[in-house]
């Protein structure tokens, strides 16, 4: 790629110097007038005021005009997306809309279970076409780094499917996907043994496929009122090791409720 200066911005809003995270503040933010960008092999390495960028670079950097009055601003993070999925729930708003619950909604074979059928049948052609058109949405809206979840296969062959799909589909848009596993968050109506069953078939067979062909690094363990909630607790000690093993090459993500959840793998992740 070599050096690009890109420029110049009417206005340019950097990130620099702020705290790594809580509120800001107008006054902590600082714009800088008439700048440019600097970059080497696709990273930034200098911002700054761009004629003195070019007169230091205009040698060994490539020149990328931007004549429009244009101000540049750091991309956002979406950290939680489902846009892996096929088929809609448009019914399912409708009841939501006339007073129905989730679980009510959910038990008579709407909710996750839905979306679940529609992206089982549909191909992995089907789901880069689908994960490549919300990403450009979502482009459209400033954000240049998505977090995109599994979930919606719930079996080892679909949640290879959909996290394939999710890293295809990178090869083809502008952003970063940052993919997550979300294949423990229920028991499958249609599995025929328990929770715990489920649990150990995915990390038996799911997980180190997910470390050969790189996938994902990231597993998400998520309970809400659901009987998969206690299937974690019920793992038995002979069964920790498997769970310490997954920690080693797994990101581990839980929702910010789910903090007894969270102190359970945690003490099971600290055996070794």
């Not at 040698?59 to 096929?86: K, N, R």
């Not at 997954?246 to 055996?271: A, E, G, H, T």
């Amino acid at each position: 790629m070599g050096k690009k200066l890109i420029g110049p911005f009417s206005q340019l809003l950097s990130l620099a110097n702020v705290p790594v995270k809580g509120a800001l503040s107008d006054q902590q933010l600082v714009i800088k007038e008439h700048a440019g960008i600097l970059t080497e092999n696709g990273k930034i390495t200098a911002i700054g005021n761009y004629d003195g960028l070019r007169e230091n670079h205009a040698h060994d950097a490539t020149l990328v005009i931007i004549e429009e009055e244009t101000v540049c601003v750091p991309g956002y993070i979406d950290c939680h997306t489902h846009i892996a999925f096929a088929g809609n729930r448009a019914n399912d708003f409708a009841l939501r809309n006339a007073g129905v619950s989730y679980l009510e909604i959910a038990k008579a074979g709407g909710g996750i279970w839905s979306t679940v059928q529609h992206t089982r049948n549909a191909s992995e052609a089907e789901l880069i076409k689908n994960i490549i058109n919300c990403s450009k949405a979502l482009i459209k809206q400033g954000i240049t780094t998505i977090e995109v979840k599994s979930g919606y296969g719930l079996s080892v062959k679909e949640e290879l499917k959909i996290l394939r799909a999710i890293k295809k589909a990178q090869e083809s848009i502008a952003v970063d996907l940052i993919p997550t596993c979300l294949a423990a968050h229920m028991k499958p109506k249609d599995y025929e043994g328990t929770a715990v069953d489920y649990l150990e078939e995915i990390a038996s067979e799911l997980f180190p496929i997910l470390k050969e062909e790189q996938l994902s690094n990231r597993l998400m363990l998520l309970s809400n009122k659901a009987p998969f909630l206690p299937t974690i607790f019920k793992i038995t000690l002979l069964r920790r090791r498997k769970w310490v093993l997954i920690s080693r090459y797994m990101q581990i993500n839980f929702p910010r409720q789910d903090r007894k959840l969270r102190f359970s793998i945690m003490q099971l992740v600290q055996i070794t």
